[in-house]
């Protein structure tokens, strides 16, 4: 049994989250968070803005009954922040393959400063690493196989094609 899950999108398909919890056999910690803790030092944290959420960078549950088919997770450029979050949280699950074009390289949270002429400017507070130290900020979700659009080749089913060929195989 496979599962498709396409995260395509600034997260709109936030459901995902519940689907997450049956997809590990117990709880894991999928991301590592890097704070800046002053102006020239940085430290992997637990707490950042998203500590609201009961440990944020846990996923899953122990139980027995995990799905234990493949997991198809889709991303492209438009999968950005929350969307990429619950991506890197998909990716640590068991069985899970990432097809995918660059995503947008922005996970964590995100600050805005309002400037004296009423401009403002954004960043990130926090970086966003999977537990190898690889870093997400500014690059993307780990890649399994990749699909490269292009204006001339503008295909919708091209990333459910590629998901459908992966699963026969």
Same mark, same amino acid.
């Given at each position: 049994? *496979?599962? @498709? ?6 997260? #709109?398909? @936030?459901? $995902? %989250?519940? &689907?997450?919890?049956?997809?590990? =056999?117990?709880?894991?910690? +999928?991301?590592?968070?890097?704070? %800046? ?14 500590? !609201?959420?009961?440990? =944020? +960078? ?5 139980? #027995? ?8 997770? /889709?991303?492209?450029? *438009?999968?950005?922040?929350? $969307? ?7 990716? $640590?699950? =068991?069985?899970?393959?990432? !097809?995918?074009?660059?995503? +947008? ?10 400037? &004296?002429?009423?401009?403002? @400017?954004? +960043? *990130?507070? $926090? ?19 990749? !699909? ?11 990333? @459910?094609?590629?998901?459908?060929? /992966? !699963?026969?195989?």
């Amino acid at each position: 049994m *496979t599962v @498709i899950i396409d995260l395509r999108n600034y997260p #709109k398909n @936030i459901g $995902a %989250s519940e &689907i997450v919890k049956r997809l590990y =056999p117990e709880k894991t910690t +999928f991301l590592k968070a890097l704070k %800046s803790i002053e102006p020239t030092y940085g430290d992997f944290v637990s707490n950042t803005a998203l500590s !609201i959420i009961n440990n =944020p +960078f846990e996923a899953g549950k122990s139980h #027995k009954a995990y799905f234990k088919g493949k997991v198809v997770l /889709l991303v492209d450029q *438009t999968t950005v922040s929350k $969307a990429e979050w619950m991506g890197m949280n998909i990716q $640590a699950s =068991p069985n899970c393959i990432t !097809i995918r074009e660059q995503t +947008f390289g922005a996970v964590m949270n995100r600050n805005q400063i309002l400037l &004296i002429d009423g401009t403002t @400017i954004d +960043f *990130t507070g $926090a970086g966003a690493f999977y537990l190898n130290d690889q870093s997400v900020q500014r690059k993307d979700l780990k890649l399994d196989y990749e !699909i490269k659009e292009s204006a001339l080749q503008d295909d919708n089913n091209l990333y @459910i094609e590629k998901a459908t060929k /992966l !699963i026969d195989q």
